[in-house]
């Protein structure tokens, strides 16, 4: 039985989300703190019935996987509840009247974020809880004000219909306006929520395919919106020769178990270690990925477009097979490849894009100039790794740069898998990592994606909002007349 | 002879603008800052030969109105070089590795903004200088760390290409890497670099077609890019019946100067009076509008697209003509228009859409009812004003949420012309005012449209950037484990 949204449905939804609006934008960060935090209590509350059924939709493990993320989700929710009573995010500033200003004098000038407006999330496949129903996306957009219709990933609906559920409720509970969060079903309800004008801003995280059809959608409208959509990313890690040297069988192990992990359904599986020429680490790669239990894929259809991906991957010319893995379903264990920079610098989407699942790409590299020819026509992505030694210094500093133009986050002797949530995170980066490169959709500064500016000129005290207030009653960080 | 730059010169200056950008990127603040007033000495030491050049080529008048829109154009530079040196907007953040992080352990994570790239920048028609080539776009792209290609506008080809030069010239002196900065000319050439996948964003003044047919060509790039655009507005004034009785002919007199000023071709000249009914200001009005000296539009082809846009506005259902101006070239005298809300409320595009150049549209409206649902109706711009009294505060705060709803600059008992340059300023607001709702394209904050965040994950100090090392040697403000 379909669960899809009917457009009359899916017209309450719009009509209710549209009504919240103003009251949403009306309440204090204080009163939307308490809001977030009452949704992260319900959901730790209903761990014992989330958490199974998401397993039985998605296949992941409930412990520690399921579990895990529902902690990071809840945890993700009061985060933000501490952006809101820290204030900083309203950017609140006061310039006075100064009739002394050298371009001429200037009036009194204040300014301050606002809600953006009503906002769509499109929900992940692979993350049923942090990047789904009260994941990232909603947790941010909720937090700058803004009511939040929630569509739900087909691969987790009766998940989504719970979640949503108990995040209505306690939203309701909390003094929360009627039609501040709802959940939406089906792909035709999705695609008229986003093409309606009450929709002021969406969001999504998953496949470049239908991030850009959805992106296209959203700035093909009559009024353009915003759309921040976190597609696809390969996640280049570097081995230097240091680092091979000093523990290249470590690397080997740790490699095999980041790009696996999850059935390697992560956007920040590594999909492609440089390996220096002559490395010597044939076996132990092979032994640390064939070491790696099966483990089943999502759902069939990610199943599918994996199996063919990696066929299209394995049969590219220069690339060889270094470990074939199980690949029909129910489980797969995981693929290695490998190939040359030589080979990698001249081949196409089929080696290039991202492979979603548990196979990942090794290259070898003759010197640091090949590598970095290599580097400098890579597609970007999310993140970029490097393994190396500290005493590499310099052949690291050289590599740098290239690597910052091609990624959102760098990571030194690490393995990009595992996205913490805090006040540094950076989760996005240039197209087609997302569609909006400017912005992140993890850690606390995805708020800033959810709030427009607006400035007050002239106005008395007693019709300014409390944030540009001349005795700043919520005791904001303000900058006034150019001093923080 | 035209000179539009040929497929071969563009050639070059994209490749130029490429190559600057990593040692663009890699400058330092302080350094970028002394390129910006470099450039603004060098200007301001021009101003006897560009202003009079401004002059010939707009019609505008050189003083006190050139003038004083270089004076602003340098000021902006310089006040850019304030912001690098403030280092705030590098949004430095540290979260050192907390083993009790509640998500679970998280690692050091440090997170910075860098330049995006080669950025592209459309200049405006109607300040040769302050939005063209060395205006507020290029000021803040260039402070971000970008090189810059500047599509001249074709109503002052002669100025640009001079300022051009000067720019050049001053930056070569400072030091700044060639190619950092070039002028480009003609349509074809502008399109060409938009699409171009070196150019990394893209920033616009201008008209609501011109604009949205370039931002549709970023968005459908193979690899999209941030557009902004600052399109149409139609900027409404709300007049209390206390403003009105109160000073009621004062006020008629500074809307008659406001929407007129610069033959009305300002992005936020006031197009939308509210009135009370029964105010009767009518022959104030028209003795205000009728004392208006003629003034030349900047060229034909703005001059001829008034006239049609005056004539669809004339001949609309309801809508009167009190003043009728001169309407044929060379000068022009203000026209002036009344309807009422009622038929407002019907209209179409020929009353509601911006009419750029001297002409505006009294709206009687009978009570408040009537007047906040027009409001809501109103396409959103850049401003909202409100003439009121400060004993009507509760008939006022009932109107702001509206405004907010449809504005990005609210003002009260001012005028919407005259943009001051702050770090409050917010020049955007929802489409049509902007294509990027979230930003704006003056003051201070226009920095933030061309930088993207990095974080580094995990690195020694010796490999971090300045702005991120543990001993903070830029003494930069920044955010540190969640504090301020």
Redesign the interface.
Known sequence: MSTDTTATALEVALAAAAAAA?PA??STPEVRAGWLVAVADALDAAAAELVPLAASETHLPAAPRLK?EL??TT??L?LFG?VLR?G?FL?A???HADPG????A??D???VL?P??PTLVFAASNFPFAFSVAGGDTASALAAGNPVLLKAHPGHEELSTRTGAIVREALAAAGAPAGLFDVIHGVEAGVAALKDPRI?AGAFTGSVAGGRAL??IA??RP????FYGELGSVNPVVVTPGAVAARGEAVAKAYAGSFSLGAGQFCTKPGLLFLPEGHGLQEHLRAAVSGIAAQPMLNERIADGFTRRLGELGGAPGVETLVAGHLDGPVFTPSLLATTAKAFAQSDAAVRDECFGPASLVVTYTDQAELLDVLDGLEPGLTATVQGE?DE?EL??GL??AL??I????????WPTGV???????H?????AT??????SV?T?AI??F??????????D??LPEPLQEANPWEL?R?V??V?
């Open positions: 103003a934008a009306a895990g902690a990071r945890f993700q009061r501490e820290d900083a950017g500033t006061v310039d200003w050298p371009m001429g200037r009036p000038i204040r300014r606002v953006i407006g002021a992106f296209d700035v093909s009024v353009p919106i915003p500290e210094a690291v500093r740098l740069p910052t133009r990624a959102g986050r760098l990571l030194w002797n690490d913490t949530v805090s006040w540094a995170q950076q996005g980066g240039p197209y087609p569609t909006a490169p400017t912005t992140t850690g500064a800033e994606r709030l427009r500016p607006v400035a007050w000129q002239g106005f008395p007693a019709l960080p900058r007349d150019g923080r």
